[in-house]
């Protein structure tokens, strides 16, 4: 996934013959003026991660980073969970966009829904002057995503 700006996200994921993919959108989820909404930021940031740490094997370098996990829950605290309710849904009118939010939300739910858990404890490390980062993240992720009912 690529995003060049904050209104356009590009999923390379459609063969094209010879090993060429070619670049479809995202979703325009919101109109030009107002760039994506939250929710596809999130989305955007979950892909990267999944991403980055499945390219992470052993002899690669380690692109994961925490300051995107920390991005994610900046996302969550600053935005009301109605408003990403409301934004996913939106990603439900366009095929691609379903696919790519719903794998987005099942990779949050897998490694975010806990303190423990990757999503929470690399932002937490992002922020280590503040104890309440993991628990915090698991929290939010968890009424984001029993919202969605997932």
Request: aromatic share 4%; hydrophobic share 40%.
């Amino acid at each position: 996934m690529t995003c060049r700006s904050r209104d356009a996200c590009w999923h390379h994921d459609e063969p094209t013959g010879k090993g060429r993919h070619r670049a479809t959108a995202l979703a325009r989820l919101q109109p030009k003026s107002t760039g994506a909404g939250p929710a596809a930021l999130i989305a955007a940031k979950m892909v990267k991660l999944e991403e980055r740490l499945r390219d992470s094997l052993p002899g690669r370098a380690n692109r994961v980073r925490g300051k995107d996990a920390l991005d994610v829950f900046r996302l969550l605290r600053a935005v009301q969970t109605d408003e990403l309710v409301e934004g996913f849904a939106r990603h439900r009118t366009e095929p691609h966009a379903e696919r790519v939010s719903a794998a987005s939300l099942h990779f949050l739910a897998d490694n975010g829904r806990t303190a423990t858990n990757l999503l929470s404890t690399l932002a937490a490390a992002e922020m280590p002057s503040d104890p309440t980062v993991a628990v915090s993240f698991a929290a939010l992720t968890n009424d984001l995503l029993d919202a969605l009912g997932l």
